[in-house]
């Protein structure tokens, strides 16, 4: 059974660097077909997309939080990333990490992001000095 | 971004009860819509996909429907564990974007 596993601080200073790990088992990160990526939901509010990285390092991002995230992978740790700097209040959310279904995908890229069909359990990180 | 509207923004219904949920897509997102169930302090999990395919494991209360841009989720025969909040995404184009959810009670 695929399980993914939040990892990292759970309080960060305005204006520092957010850094997550998600370390997958019982599965490949290096399958083909499928994104590994990050979904966030501040107390209260609903979901947002961050982004997603294939095996590759191909990446996509939400364009509202582009110019400050960062995702990267180690497929020799099955793990994969995420940085999001210069934090602010704002920014203080449960992370998820996710897997997500590729469409008409090569050996490098998938043309389309689908359905999130497996997460993590989830970490809470507040952004506070 | 693709705005995805859910209504109601809550309801409450009693078990055994037939629910639906619509979601409505800011422009034409063909099929491509996800159905999601999060309990409380949990992660969210897929139910439907392609807006009408069940997820392995789920129980065949639930269903999707819709194309285009209005899309309704149904739970046939409400249980207590179906107690949550469903959230509809859009992947037609990225980002990916969510409803703002519907959240059920039992009455």
């Known amino acids: 059974q695929l399980q993914l596993q939040e990892s990292g601080p759970g309080l960060v200073k305005p204006s520092e660097t957010l850094s997550l790990t998600c370390t997958v088992s019982g599965g490949s990160i290096s399958s083909s077909s499928y994104y590994w990526g990050w979904i966030r939901q501040p107390p209260g509010k609903g979901l947002e997309w961050i982004g997603s990285?294939?095996?590759?390092?191909?990446?996509y991002y939400n364009p509202s939080l582009k110019s400050r995230v960062t995702i990267s992978v180690d497929t020799s740790k099955n793990q994969f990333s995420l940085k999001l700097s210069s934090v602010t209040a704002a920014d203080t959310a449960v992370y998820y990490c996710?897997?997500?279904?590729?469409?008409?995908?090569?050996?490098?890229?998938?043309?389309?992001?689908?359905?999130?069909?497996?997460w993590g359990q989830g970490t809470l990180v507040t952004v506070s000095s | 971004d693709i705005q995805m509207t859910q209504s109601p923004s809550s309801l409450s219904a009693s078990v055994g009860d037939r629910v639906t949920i619509t979601c409505q897509a800011s422009q034409d997102i063909s099929n491509y819509l996800n159905w999601y169930q999060q309990k409380p302090g949990k992660a969210p999990k897929l139910l439907i996909y392609d807006a009408s395919n069940l997820e392995t494991g789920v129980p065949s209360r639930f269903s999707g429907s819709g194309s285009g841009t209005d899309f309704t989720f149904t739970i046939s025969s409400l249980q207590p564990e179906d107690i949550a909040t469903y959230y509809c995404q859009q992947y037609d184009n990225l980002p990916g974007t969510f409803g703002q959810g519907t959240r059920l009670e039992i009455k």
């Open positions: 996710a897997r997500q279904r590729g469409l008409h995908c090569s050996s490098t890229s998938c043309y389309r992001l689908g359905r999130l069909d497996y």
């Open positions: 990285i294939y095996y590759s390092g191909s990446t």
